[in-house]
């Protein structure tokens, strides 16, 4: 699982980067200029396909935890393990998954005030001042590509060490099964 969230992190974050970096590119939204409008539609487009992704991956790392969870379970259910096993995934998996949740507030709150940025769209809050809607969208996906990528990492550490615990599980019921005389 290591190898393959490592692969679709990758691609997440590399996505949240293409739709940061296309937003740069709109100098200014509200001039009715084909390639001005074009730059525009490309980054609305490829942020909802990157917001959707990133979701998508930490919705993966969620399920991954609570599969690996029930079969530890499960497991350790029928071989009479010790419930460390099972407190330890436990331990891991809510570790890891404030972070995810957290992650994908951002998300949603850099979709919202994308949408409030967007000069054609209804929604919208206070226009002008230092700190303008575009200005306050630059924050928010700042900050969003930052802690996509710092939860990536922690989702990365966490299904390696939740790794390590099924080995030692799956070591542990061959130990058992070998003592009782059952086949591997």
């Known amino acids: 699982m290591t190898r393959i969230l490592l692969t679709m992190a990758a691609l997440s974050t590399a996505l949240l980067i293409v739709a940061f970096a296309t937003g740069f590119q709109i100098a200014d939204p509200t001039v009715n200029d084909p390639a001005i409008q074009a730059v525009v539609s490309r980054h609305m ?3 909802l396909a990157a917001l ?19 079969w530890i379970e499960e497991t350790s259910t029928a071989y009479r393990l010790a419930p460390d096993w099972k ?3 436990q331990s891991i998996k809510y570790r890891v998954i404030p972070a995810m949740v957290g992650c994908l507030l951002l998300l949603v709150a850099t979709g919202a005030t ?5 000069p054609a769209s209804p929604v919208a809050f206070g226009r002008g001042g230092p700190f303008s809607p575009s200005r306050f969208h630059l924050v928010v996906s700042s900050i969003t590509l930052a802690v996509n990528l710092l939860v990536h990492l922690q989702e990365l550490a966490a ?3 939740n790794g390590e615990l099924v080995t030692g599980i799956l070591a542990e019921v061959k130990r058992i099964r070998s003592e009782r005389g059952l086949p591997d």
């Open 45 to 47: 487009l490829t942020s």
């Open 52 to 70: 959707v992704f990133a979701a998508f991956v930490h919705a993966l790392v969620l399920t991954y935890f609570m599969g690996t969870g029930r």
């Open 87 to 89: 407190r330890n995934t």
């Open 114 to 118: 994308g949408t409030a940025a967007d």
């Open 159 to 161: 299904i390696r060490q």
